[in-house]
């Protein structure tokens, strides 16, 4: 888990960060800044849904382990 919110949140910076920086001196055309932004909105939901999944995996693998849970 902490892997993917240090991803989430590198993904979120990097960003603010390019958006700051398009907004102020416009280096990237606008269609592609929108194709990065998908990109970015995308890895982080994905990186994010992973991350909770494998949590979720992880705690009740070891509460079956413990005798916490059937199955």
Known sequence: M???VILCCLIAVAWVVLALVQ???MPLDAA?????SITA???F???LVLS???REYLTDRKLKDSGHLDG
Request: charged share 10%.
């Open 2 to 4: 902490k892997v993917g």
């Open 32 to 36: 592609l800044f929108i194709k990065i």
């Open 41 to 43: 909105g995308l890895l």
């Open 23 to 25: 907004l102020w001196f």
């Open 45 to 47: 939901i994905v990186v």
């Open 52 to 54: 909770l999944v494998l």
